[in-house]
């Protein structure tokens, strides 16, 4: 994007956005939408989107960028590690990364964000990737975090509701799924 600004700039301006459409909002799948399209033009990374915890399977929410993936296999891939970990995760290079899911062949680099409701309980991922290796970092995960900060509320008096309990989908042999701080 050749607005010259910076990356941890264009990130505030993401975050500010979001913050307007989340007090405008008040549909989840429109409210996540929203996100992925604000992240989207402000980044101009190549996928954004959401996979959310549904029934002990990770599911395609609202994304921008090209087809993806409507479920990915568990216990495969970045978005499930993260899960599995409870944690953010950076790809420098997906290639690397064993057991990756190819949604789209030429993404080369991908971060991974948990989503938390109000309550602490993990409800999906933010998924973000790049064609170029290398394309994520710290000012990413920590303003990516912000995002998903601003998300727990989309959640909030049962608004998006999982198909079952999340907090059996997402255990995979370690607590990241039971909750949150």
Request: aromatic residues 6%; proline residues 4%; charged residues 30%.
């Amino acid at each position: 994007m050749g607005d010259g600004l910076d990356k941890k700039s264009k990130y505030i301006a993401a975050l500010r956005e979001i913050d307007v459409r989340l007090q405008k909002g008040g549909d989840p799948v429109a409210d996540l939408g929203n996100a992925a399209a604000v992240l989207k033009k402000r980044l101009g990374y190549s996928w954004v989107g959401f996979y959310l915890l549904r029934d002990d399977r990770l599911v395609l929410g609202p994304f921008q960028g090209n087809p993806a993936c409507v479920f990915l296999e568990k216990g495969k891939g970045v978005c499930w590690a993260s899960v599995r970990k409870g944690q953010s995760l950076i790809v420098p290079d997906v290639r690397d990364f064993e057991g990756h899911i190819a949604c789209d062949p030429k993404s080369r680099s991908e971060i991974v964000v948990p989503l938390y409701d109000t309550r602490g309980v993990l409800r999906g991922v933010l998924d973000m990737d790049h064609d170029a290796e290398d394309a994520f970092d710290e000012t990413d995960r920590i303003c990516l975090e912000s995002v998903s900060e601003r998300l727990r509320t989309v959640w909030r008096e049962n608004r998006l509701q999982p198909a079952a309990d999340s907090r059996q989908g997402a255990d995979t042999g370690s607590e990241a799924g039971k909750g949150h701080r």
